[in-house]
């Protein structure tokens, strides 16, 4: 198993920036591709962003293209998202997840954080 413990959210205006992090503990860090996904009130939660086991491989919604960037950093078993020109519609209650392989679908990755609220205001 793996615990995941997010970190990083709070409140930012539009056009600002933040750094959300998730640290992992137990299993080997580097086993697990890791994603992150945000859920607002009301709706489902929605996927982000993802990357594989080394860094080589990354993948976005089109929504956050340009100005969201995930990372790892296996030695620190931390992933990372690094969230610039943030807008509104990015509030929501931000989750690390992680999966045996790159998925986007969050009924596909196993272990999960507690989240941590990302709130964007105009």
């Known amino acids: 198993q793996v615990q995941l413990v997010e970190s990083g959210g709070g409140p930012v205006q539009a056009g600002g920036s933040l750094r959300l992090s998730c640290a992992a503990s137990?299993?080997?860090?580097?086993?697990?591709?890791m994603g992150w996904f945000r859920q607002s009130p009301g709706k489902e939660r929605a996927f982000v962003a993802a990357?594989?086991?080394?860094?080589?491989?990354?993948y976005y919604t089109d929504s956050v293209k340009g100005r969201f960037t995930i990372s790892r950093d296996n030695a620190k078993r931390t992933v990372y998202l690094q969230m610039n020109n943030l807008k509104p519609e990015d509030t929501a209650v931000y989750y690390c997840?992680?999966?045996?392989?790159?998925?986007?679908?969050?009924?596909?990755?196993?272990?999960w954080g507690q989240g941590t609220q990302v709130t964007v205001s105009s």
């Open positions: 997840a992680a999966s045996d392989r790159v998925r986007m679908s969050p009924t596909q990755y196993n272990y």
């Open positions: 990357i594989n086991w080394n860094g080589a491989d990354r």
């Open positions: 137990g299993r080997t860090f580097s086993d697990y591709a």
